[in-house]
């Protein structure tokens, strides 16, 4: 069975996304968060699903600022992985970002080479949000947009994270 669909989540796919993200989370990969976070963050929230309806694929768009949003927990199911999955999760995604008008996403990965074939670059330091956008950012308590502004405490989830950017 290789055929999937993409959709928006909803709220009954929340404990589905988690157990995606669980191993991903304990390696490191991907950043674990509280289940009240998921479903707050809901509306951000794409998933895939095989032709059972099991959740099968997942991620997120993050808006950050005027022009900029994030791509996060990007997850593809291991036995569904190099099927296509993330590709239309991800384009998904960036069509998201342009319909709410954002010019620019951003994503810290390991998979360099995926995001390289949607467009993505590796980002020059700093180099994505001038100094008054930084302060404003710096008032998030977003763990992501810390992560993205590379703050000390966050150092330790960042290490080995390559930090990519696409512009519309
Ligand atoms: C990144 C990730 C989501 C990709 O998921 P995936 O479903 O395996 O991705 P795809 O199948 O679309 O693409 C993977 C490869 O399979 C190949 N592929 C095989 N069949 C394919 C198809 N039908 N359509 C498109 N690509 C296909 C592609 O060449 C692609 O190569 P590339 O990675 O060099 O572009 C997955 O590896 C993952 O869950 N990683 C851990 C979490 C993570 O790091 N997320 C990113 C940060 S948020």
Redesign the pocket.
Known sequence: MTSFTVRRARTSDVKSIRALVKP?ANDR??LEKEAVAYYENLQEFFVAEDEAGAVI?CGGLHVMWEDIAE??????DGA????????QILDRLLAEARELGVARVF?L???V??FL?HGFSVMEEQSAVDPEVYSELLRSTDEGVAEFLDLARVKPNTLGNTRMIVRF
Not at 71 to 76: D, G, N, P, Q
Not at 80 to 87: C, D, L, N, Y
């Open positions: 991903l990969v991907l694929g791509v996060r927990t990007l997850a593809t569904w992985r190099g099927k296509g999955v993330g590709h994503c990965t390991f998979e080479d995926f074939r």
